[in-house]
């Protein structure tokens, strides 16, 4: 198999792999999924998910779709570095191989340029064409005018403060604080037409390549707040050169007043689906970033 016959013949590669015909190195595939370096007979590589076989259920239902109808979404704006799609089967997800290499600050500046093209290149509505995921929990992509504000709260913030709670990993007494930031999400202003984005952008989404070119992976892509992506990018320490990044894209695409403000409540979206997913370990996060983004009520629509 060279890569010319899987373009053509996607549907072949499992039965390729079952019969060992075709390489495979292991590699980091995340939290969630396996993950190989397969060497096809024409030296190319091909990066390969699939779902653990040891994990507890079955892959959900539209898992690996949905990621590729993301990362295909996201290549459509032709604006930033994003893997070609190869195969998308309901197990298996093969995309470009994207050879690692250093972060540097010059692929730092034209990060932050192709980030706001991305995020121009907007979206008919808020939520996405196909069911979303993020991480291994389902997003509601229903197709919503918003307002964002709205929009957010219904879609992306309730849903995983009730898992987090029914979960164990977040008390009444936090639901209760972050019900309140849900109650206010109204004064925070900053509304905008939806954005295209990423949906899922902390740091270890980004993939520094060789070609000096950052590569935006794993995504839960859809029509939301360019805000989002770039609050996400800034937790867990940030990237390499995250300044950088960020004047890059302010020089290309202000933002609207009160940004600062509001990155607080934009990460409590993926900070509620670390509780989701992996427990009370992220609940002080939670609790801060709601605490925070209270406190920032009233100062979003002054600040800069």
């Known amino acids: 198999m060279d890569l010319a016959y899987l373009r053509a013949h996607p549907e072949q590669l499992p039965t ?38 040891n994990a507890d259920r079955p892959v959900p239902a539209g898992f690996f779709t949905a990621e590729a109808a993301g990362l295909r979404w996201l290549r459509e704006a032709d604006a930033v570095a994003v893997p070609e799609v190869l195969v998308a089967l309901p197990e298996l997800l093969a995309l470009q191989w994207i ?20 995020h121009r290149a907007g979206a008919d509505a808020f939520g996405a064409r196909w069911p979303g995921f993020i991480g291994a929990l389902p997003a509601d992509n229903t197709s919503d005018d918003g307002p964002w504000t709205e929009w957010f709260a219904r879609a992306r913030l309730l849903p995983y403060l009730r898992r987090s709670v029914d979960g164990g990993a977040l008390t009444s007494a936090d639901a209760t604080l972050v ?4 109650a206010r999400v109204g004064e925070f202003g900053g509304d905008e037409p939806p954005a295209r984005i990423h949906g899922d952008l902390w740091p270890g989404n980004l993939l520094w390549g060789a070609d000096d070119r950052v590569w935006l992976v794993d995504p839960a892509a ?11 990018l800034a937790l867990f320490g940030g990237p390499p050169y995250h300044d950088r990044i960020m004047a890059a894209y302010q020089e290309s695409w202000p933002l609207a007043d009160g940004w600062r403000s509001r990155v607080p409540l934009h990460q409590l979206h993926l900070l509620l689906v670390h509780t989701a997913l992996f427990g009370g370990a992220y609940r002080d996060s939670v609790t801060r970033s709601a605490r925070d983004a209270l406190s920032g009520v009233g100062r979003a629509t002054v600040e800069r």
């Open 16 to 53: 390729f792999l079952t019969h060992q015909r075709i390489r495979e190195t292991p590699v980091s595939g995340g939290d969630i999924c396996a993950a190989a370096r397969l060497t096809l007979d024409d030296g190319h590589s091909v990066f390969a998910k699939s779902w653990p076989e």
């Open 99 to 118: 050879e690692p290499g250093e972060p540097n600050p010059e692929a730092a500046d034209r990060l932050g340029r192709e980030l706001a093209g991305l």
């Open 179 to 182: 019900e309140q930031v849900i």
């Open 222 to 232: 859809h029509g939301g707040h360019r805000e989002t992506d770039l609050a996400q």
